[in-house]
């Protein structure tokens, strides 16, 4: 298998051209049919060679990976440890198996007046999947992360665009799957790294080889690639995951017993990382009153002894810059806090803004997300105008409440509202720290994401890259192994309704 990462391992990235990206997408298409017919075994041992790949050359991942964005090597090092377990989970999916949704409904051919046939449906890959990557996630959300890697787990070969802000951390990590694909016989054209300019990464979206798209970035970059694909003659589905301001709810009760450890809890989570995480808090509304004034105070103390290392790009601190700048020119906010400036080049500047309920909710522009460790507090003036508040909300990945018990029985309708304003939902905790679990929802309404119904992190990505299809009076023989009368993959099924593992 010729690899993109191997030509370029030891040269500056050059720049594919389109003639040469379609030869590498037709791999994926002629990959697709073995891919796909290859057996869950075979894929388990594909993924896990891949996280063993990966573990061999941790150091020089780190040493890369930290030149190029900035990131301590301390999370670098965490951000591996949950990439590859990640892909054990994936691993562990497939081999468990009952994630195909095997349904049999059996003949019945005495029924009257028609009788009944035989009707059997799975879950089946799409086919070749591109992937675009994070910027502020050099793993667990790039070329090995969890859109690739549930692509290659539901069958589907991968197109990865690797990210302009870590080019050769995004090669090394392409050739840990190329040389797993290798070693365990998976197709030719399985997966490809692909270096190339936007314009020609989304033309790639066009192609009618490509049957989904999976993006994690900016609002303009998925809003983009949605639009390519919706404008094909064969329009496919874009799971882009497009930021999000996720909301945090201060209740009364809460800051009346603890302000200070609930500003010292969201102060850390708003610095983290430079305040590079797509579930950033950077919008919290309270209610006027004493104890709020007292959080606004400590939050505003603690804030100003932070600092940020440097952003990943020069273009995220310039735009972050740019954003704060903006803020500060808009005559409703007031500075609450601000951190410590640091010497080197493009750090960020941690900043606290404070506004009322009334001009909040008359300004669009502070629901937009300043990516970055910025926050604006919605100061409102009484509980129907904070209601307000979240019903105007936008589409968000997580809305968070802090509160009591007393809390929770005073501010009811508000929990209902929410549900449907994120795809996650957290009660008295920080939303940045996204857990890889089988539960897990990091997705969320419009603008958060292209498809509300879709999860970017856990188990359930898998989803976005199958379709469920049906085999009405198949022979045994024609059926795919999980829905054959002898369940010879040993997998739970629903069989008449019931769930069992017997064989039929």
């Known amino acids: 298998m010729t690899t993109m990462a191997d030509k370029h391992e030891s040269e500056s990235p050059t720049l594919l051209e389109w003639a040469e990206v379609e030869k590498y997408i037709k791999r994926a298409k002629d990959a697709f049919e073995p891919y796909r017919q290859s057996s869950v075994q075979q894929r388990i041992g594909f993924l896990r060679q891949i996280a063993h790949e990966i573990s061999a050359i941790r150091t020089d991942l780190i040493e890369t990976s930290h030149g190029e964005t900035h990131l301590p090597e301390g999370r670098l090092s965490g951000e591996i440890d949950r990439t590859i377990n ?3 989970l994936f691993a562990g999916v497939l081999e468990e198996g009952s994630w195909v ?39 667990a959300f790039s070329v090995a992360g969890g859109d690739t890697i549930s692509a290659l787990s539901a069958g589907c ?89 996720n909301p945090v709810f201060l209740l009364p009760d809460r800051l009346k017993l603890h ?103 008359g300004n669009s522009a502070l629901q937009e997300e300043y990516f970055g460790p910025a926050s604006i507090h919605v100061v409102a003036e009484d509980r129907a105008q904070l209601l307000e508040i979240a019903e105007a909300l936008d589409g968000q990945l997580t809305c968070g409440v802090w509160c009591t018990d007393t809390d929770i029985d005073s501010f009811g309708p508000l929990f209902q509202r929410l549900e449907q304003k994120a795809g996650r939902l957290i009660i008295n905790g920080a939303p940045t720290g996204v857990e890889v679990c089988h539960a897990m929802v990091h997705g969320g309404p419009f603008p958060a994401t292209t498809d509300t119904r879709s999860t970017s992190v856990g188990t359930q990505a898998i989803y976005r890259f199958t379709r469920p299809v049906s085999y009405q009076n198949y022979p045994d023989r024609l059926l795919p192994a999980e829905l054959r009368n002898g369940n010879e993959a040993g997998i739970w099924r629903k069989v008449d309704g019931e769930l069992t593992r017997k064989s039929r």
């Open 259 to 361: 302000a200070e450890a609930t500003a010292a809890a969201l102060v850390a989570s708003n610095t983290l990382g430079a305040g590079q995480f797509c579930t950033n808090p950077g919008l919290m509304v309270l209610l006027q009153s004493p104890d709020t004034e007292h959080f606004l105070s400590m939050y505003g103390k603690q804030l100003a002894e932070q600092t940020c290392h440097a952003m990943l790009t020069p273009g995220i601190h310039r735009a972050y810059s740019a954003g704060v700048e903006r803020l500060k020119s808009m005559v409703e906010l007031s500075t609450l806090g601000e951190g410590k400036k640091m010497e080197s080049a493009n750090a960020a500047v941690p900043v606290a803004f404070r506004v009322s309920g009334s001009d909040f909710l």
């Open 101 to 139: 949704n095997a349904i049999i409904d059996t003949a019945d051919p005495q029924r009257a007046p028609v009788p009944k046939p035989d009707i059997r449906q799975m879950q089946r890959p799409l086919g070749p999947v591109c992937v675009y990557g994070a910027s502020n996630f050099p793993f």
């Open 157 to 245: 070969p991968v197109l990865y665009k690797v990210h302009e802000g870590h080019p050769q951390t995004s090669l090394l990590v392409g050739g840990c799957i190329e040389r797993a694909a290798r070693q365990t016989g998976m197709p030719d054209g399985v997966f490809a790294s692909l270096m190339v300019a936007r314009d020609v990464g989304v033309q790639v979206v066009t192609h009618p080889s490509v049957t989904a798209v999976a993006f994690t970035g900016s609002f303009l970059g998925g809003k983009a690639l949605y639009d390519a694909a919706a404008k094909r003659p064969v329009p496919i589905p874009v799971y882009a995951e497009m930021g999000s301001i």
């Open 86 to 88: 990640q892909i054990h």
